[in-house]
């Protein structure tokens, strides 16, 4: 696919009128510069500030992980990889245009929280900005260790190299309160994204298209999903779908709880909404959460169009099974494209369906997320804004393409189709708030389970947890304000 595609997908679904955070405040960078990026029909125009650090540190706290994310922000050279090489690319345009030194401390997600805590308590400006887990950054907002995003202008938060959806839902009061904000600096909340991926081989034998063009057309729905998830069931010689490693039963879907919540979030439900003062309210006992809940019950509860499969080792684990071709769709990470590299099958990717064809757009929920944050310690707010939001805008507008175009196009996904997918599901990231502040996690995961148990005591665990999810918003807002 060729690049230009793959950027007017990009910013025909990005360029959209600002609202909520994003336009709080003036984003317009007042300079004197002139030097500017070259303009397309469709691509902003980019203004670089006149900006000269003398040589100085940049610093970046950076978000790593032993899961299988890619989480590298900077290269001390070129690797010959493509995608390394745009961000290094990336990284001495800027060091070269702002003449400064770029550092990047990556840190284990089980202890980044901890390192940046402990350089705030000391008082150090040693981190300019970190790429921080937003789940697990709560008691850091709490403590006001961030600085409110909202509140600079250096920061075009309403522009495509940033995620207007996902900020706009961490977002809070009408003073506008963002202590994180999303882009793609980190590739993590892309490799984190939640789609439905399908077998498409197996789609072949059974004498059925893609769903491309239902996603396209606004039709892809959890009918048009579990349509084919029945078609995929298959004994094929075994006495019963109970799951066996050596069998021979093919399955219509293999999933894992936190699937079931995608395609639970997918289908326009929300455990957590803001209310007329951009407040968080829960939402979980809305109409459409319900609907969304006991639909999805219904389509996951037929033995072998449907089996929970995560064990967390092979090949007892869902992305196993899809490897084998032991199923036709799995819901899974993006991540789990290195999984399939050497899979037999063809396969291409979609997002979670929609709960009908009226729900207005497509929701990707993505688990986990790295975002900017400016610890209070930093002496040069407006520097920093500077550079963080010229780094996401070249990330955006260079190394998103090649993200798209070689690294996953060349290496795992299969079709241009499923490039394009991958594209409009970058714009339809979605998260939940309750779960970065831990307002939700418990009943999250016992709504997960629930579904995937038939679904017959939602209601009496929605109203079990109700209190203590209220309570916990109550607390986190009283330690805000």
């Not at 968080?280 to 072998?304: H, L, M, R, T, W």
């Not at 009226?358 to 990707?364: D, G, K, L, P």
């Not at 502040?437 to 947890?465: D, E, F, K, P, V």
Request: with cysteine; net charge negative; proline share 3%.
């Amino acid at each position: 696919m060729k690049r230009r595609f793959i950027m007017s997908v990009l910013v025909a679904a990005l360029l959209v009128s600002a609202s909520g955070c994003g336009d709080t405040v003036d984003t317009a960078v007042e300079t004197t510069s002139t030097d500017t990026t070259a303009s397309t029909e469709t691509e902003p125009e980019y203004i670089y500030p006149k900006l000269d650090l003398e040589g100085g540190d940049f610093t970046i706290l950076n978000t790593s992980t032993t899961w299988g994310f890619y989480t590298d922000i900077d290269f001390e050279e070129a690797t010959g990889d493509k995608l390394d090489d745009a961000i290094y690319d990336r990284n001495t345009f800027l060091e070269d245009k702002f003449n400064f030194n770029l550092v990047a401390v990556n840190e284990d997600i089980d202890k980044i929280v901890s390192v940046m805590n402990a350089s705030i308590m000391a008082g150090d400006d040693q981190y300019q900005i970190g790429i921080m887990p937003t789940n697990r950054i709560a008691a850091m907002i709490t403590d006001q260790s961030f600085t409110n995003l909202a509140t600079i202008p250096e920061l075009r938060l309403d522009e495509p190299w940033w995620d207007k959806n996902i900020n706009d839902e961490s977002c809070f009061h009408n003073d506008s309160a963002l202590y994180f904000a999303a882009s793609d600096l980190s590739l993590m909340g892309i490799d984190g994204m939640m789609g439905i991926f399908i077998n498409k081989s197996m789609m072949v034998d059974l004498g059925q298209e893609m769903p491309y063009q239902q996603v396209r057309d606004g039709k892809w729905t959890l009918d048009a999903m579990y349509s084919l998830m029945k078609l995929g069931a298959s004994l094929n010689g075994d006495e019963s779908f109970n799951w066996s490693a050596d069998g021979a039963a093919t399955y219509g879907h293999i999933g894992w709880d936190t699937g079931v919540t995608a395609m639970l979030i997918g289908a326009g439900a929300k455990y957590i909404k803001s209310d007329e003062n951009n407040l968080p309210v829960i939402a979980f006992e809305d109409e459409q959460f319900y609907n969304a809940a006991e639909k999805i019950a219904s389509i996951i509860s037929q033995p072998g169009e449907y089996l929970d499969l995560n064990k967390n080792q092979n090949p007892d684990h869902y992305e196993m099974a899809f490897r084998a071709g032991r199923t036709l769709m799995t819901t899974a990470q993006i991540k789990a494209t290195s999984k399939f590299r050497d899979m037999e099958d063809d396969y291409g990717i979609v997002p979670p369906p929609k709960y009908d064809e009226s729900q207005s757009e497509y929701y990707v929920y993505t688990t986990p997320l790295a975002a900017v944050c400016i610890p209070v310690t930093n002496q040069d707010i407006s520097t920093t804004a500077i550079i963080t939001d010229a780094m996401a805008y070249l990330t955006w507008r260079d190394v998103l393409p090649e993200y798209y175009d070689n690294s996953l196009s060349q290496k795992q996904l299969r079709d241009e189709d499923s490039i394009e997918m991958l594209a409009l599901m970058r714009d339809s990231r979605h998260f939940e708030i309750g779960q970065c502040y831990g307002w939700t996690n418990t009943l999250t995961t016992n709504i997960a389970r629930q579904i995937m148990s038939g679904g017959a005591s939602i209601a009496s665990t929605i109203a079990s947890g109700k209190e203590a999810v209220i309570t916990s918003i109550e607390e986190t807002l009283e330690l805000l304000w």
